[in-house]
């Protein structure tokens, strides 16, 4: 006699058995071939659309907030431009050939922006904070001007001259404070949207507007030429886009004079805290662990009902219940069990419909037992206990209500 007879000789339902996932996928061929086609549909499409960068002020986004006509100018003018997210892959060989751009760089961190700052060539920033000004100069602070204006150079600048007027607005930069610096297109006396710094030899160019690169504006008036002739100074442009997600710092090779080998006070480069492609690697591994969570993961089947071997007492599954409710301190639940039943019990006796709301309930009962309706109501519709005292004394006050109502 095989398990299953047994079983159901015993007075056991036993389910039927499911079928088997051979035939399961068989019999659903018809969608698992419509659904592989759609995938196959879905990646051929993919696969052949072109990427849309959509990242403020990045070189390969040609929206209006992108900066792609910036990088596409700059290489046709024979620039050598390299976009970065993150500072540990600048790698830069040669930083007396080189401009690093750094754009939003409010994404730094302290120390990512300690690296760029000793970095021995020239630096342009586009777009500053108040913690990036005052790491460069504590000199120096924010300004804001509410409305965009024309303005012209009204400075000594070359960049600024030959790009002669400019539409400008916004975040603004006061270095009436600050020692040498330039500043251009003032809209107040050392106040401006255009600062150059001269820092060991090396020159810091912050443009706190930054709008400029972006191709919306870059074809008025003179932004183009401030923004190329800023940019465009060594034959090597390496463009970082501030990344929340980089924890690198800047690598590069301190190179004294124009020899190619590192001079006496070389910089060592400073290696990313995790190696290129770390982020695929985990999503890869988090789906994978998905798919294995998915296959090897307990199917539970469909619900069976059965009797039961022995006869359980109903005065045993209700002390069970009792027993889980204390040990779980649920006096609030008890209590509105309790409740709820012996409303039922007494809305039965009195004639009060199921459906009636409390007050009816609470005016029958006061009727019926000369009690106070505050007193039935405290009872009936009351806080629950706040404890084992408190919930023993709750059931002797309903059972005690309970009896005065179906006293004859």
């Known amino acids: 006699m095989t398990a299953t007879a047994v079983a159901e000789a015993q007075g056991f339902t036993v ?33 052949s659309s072109p990427t849309k960068d959509s990242v403020l002020l990045s070189l390969n986004n040609s929206g209006g907030d992108g900066a792609r006509a910036t990088g596409e100018i ?32 409010s994404q730094l961190i302290d120390y990512q922006l300690e690296s760029v700052l000793a970095y021995p060539g020239d630096i342009v920033f586009v777009g500053v904070s108040p913690d990036v000004l005052t790491a460069i100069d504590p000199a120096l602070v924010p300004a804001d001007t509410p409305e965009t204006t024309l ?16 539409s400008t607005g916004g975040a603004e930069i006061d270095a009436t404070r600050v020692d040498g610096a330039t500043v251009c297109f003032r809209s107040a006396p050392g106040i401006g949207p255009f600062v150059v710094l001269k820092r060991d030899g ?18 008025d008036y003179g932004n183009a030429a401030l923004v190329f002739r800023a940019l465009g100074k060594h034959p090597t442009l390496v463009w970082y886009l501030g990344n929340p997600l980089d924890t690198s710092t800047l690598t590069y090779s301190y190179h004294n004079g124009t020899g190619s080998n590192p001079g006496e006070h070389a910089a060592e480069p400073s290696a990313d805290f995790l190696p290129p492609g770390t982020g695929t690697a985990l999503y890869a591994l988090a ?14 089947g469909p619900l069976v009902t059965e009797a039961l071997p022995v006869v359980v007492p109903s005065s045993e599954t209700t002390r069970g219940r009792a027993r889980l409710y204390r040990r779980a301190r649920a006096y609030g639940r008890a209590s509105a ?30 009727r019926a037992t ?39």
């Open 15 to 47: 389910a039927n058995a499911s079928p088997k996932l051979r035939t399961r996928v068989w019999r659903g061929r018809f969608w698992w071939s419509l659904l592989i086609l759609f995938a196959l549909l879905v990646a051929v499409m993919m696969a």
């Open 74 to 105: 700059l290489r046709g003018r024979g620039l050598d431009v390299r976009q970065i997210t993150r500072l540990g892959a600048a790698r830069i060989a040669e930083p007396q050939d080189t401009t690093l751009a750094v754009a939003l760089p």
């Open 151 to 166: 303005r012209g150079a009204g400075c000594d600048d070359p960049d600024a001259i030959a790009a002669g007027r400019i």
């Open 202 to 219: 090396r020159t810091i160019t912050l443009l706190s507007d930054a709008t400029l690169p972006m191709n919306s504006n870059l074809t």
């Open 287 to 300: 789906i994978a662990v998905l798919i294995a969570a998915i296959w090897r993961g307990r199917r539970m």
């Open 337 to 366: 069990s309790l409740r709820a039943a012996a409303a039922e019990r007494m809305g039965r006796r009195l004639g009060v419909p199921r459906g009636g709301d409390a007050a009816s309930l609470i005016r029958a009962v006061a």
């Open 370 to 408: 000369g009690r106070e309706p505050v007193a039935v109501e405290r009872l009936v519709y009351g806080p629950p206990p706040d404890g084992e005292g408190a919930m023993m004394d709750l059931v002797q006050e309903l059972d005690t209500l309970e009896r005065q109502v179906h006293r004859p």
